[in-house]
């Protein structure tokens, strides 16, 4: 079984510039989560997306957006990059709502975005 | 509002050496679930646990255990006879089923570097 794969792997943009991530869930899954993993600062919940439609949005700036397409694969995008933009971006996926509790979140290898 | 603690942000031990990374969370929420994931170099998270809040049961896996204590809300993880292959970021998450089902609050990790 496919796990949850990211693309680009890297990507360098200068500031300004707009970047678009891509995930693909693992099949069955239905549910997709971004999130930020800035040097120092963890990992912050960007984006969460369940059957096509945005169900949460962690504490980031318009400027990050996304989508989820009816075959359930997600694009991030990220307008008016800014130097502070650079991260690891990781997608997960579960099942839409809960089995016997909390669901696992699945994690793709991320996307590397410099922003120079 | 939640909040996960993980005060060791890097730790060196020499292999065969037992180490413990500490978690402490915070939440309101009765019902909540808590997690333990791995990052290796290569980026990806590895789920290595989840725990519920109603579950206090220490659990063990192999050299991997667990020790879940509500009355400290902390959630630690031991490595018992650590290898070169544990050395990885280990992040401690908590989920709290009343804010969004499956969305992942994370400590911003502990590096673990297992010295041969």
């Known amino acids: 079984e496919a796990g949850v794969t990211q693309s680009p792997t890297h990507l360098i943009k200068t500031r300004g510039q707009q970047a678009t991530l891509r995930c693909s869930p693992i099949s069955g899954h239905t549910s997709v989560y971004w999130y930020q993993q800035a040097l120092g600062l963890g990992l912050q919940f960007l984006l969460w997306y369940d059957e096509g439609e945005e169900r949460n949005r962690g504490n980031f700036p318009p400027r990050f957006s996304g989508r989820q397409f009816p075959n359930y694969s997600s694009e991030l995008n990220v307008n008016a990059l800014e130097l502070e933009d650079s991260a690891l971006y990781l997608c997960?996926?579960?099942?839409?709502?809960?089995?016997?509790?909390?669901?696992?979140?699945?994690f793709g290898a991320g996307s590397r975005l410099t922003v120079l | 509002a939640q909040k996960v603690t993980q005060a060791q942000t890097e730790i060196s031990v020499v292999e065969k050496e037992d180490v413990t990374l500490d978690c402490v969370y915070e939440t309101r929420d009765t019902t909540y679930y808590l997690f333990w994931y791995k990052q290796p170099p290569s980026g990806e998270l590895v789920f290595l646990i989840r725990r519920n809040s109603f579950d206090e049961q220490n659990e063990i896996s192999g050299r991997y255990s667990w020790n879940f204590q509500k009355s400290t809300s902390s959630f630690n993880f031991t490595i018992t006879a650590s290898q070169v292959v544990d050395s990885a970021v280990y992040f401690c998450a908590l989920s709290e089923l009343g804010t969004g089902a499956n969305n992942l609050f994370f400590g911003t990790g502990t590096r673990l570097t297992v010295i041969p």
């Open positions: 997960a996926s579960t099942w839409s709502g809960t089995r016997n509790g909390a669901n696992v979140l699945t």
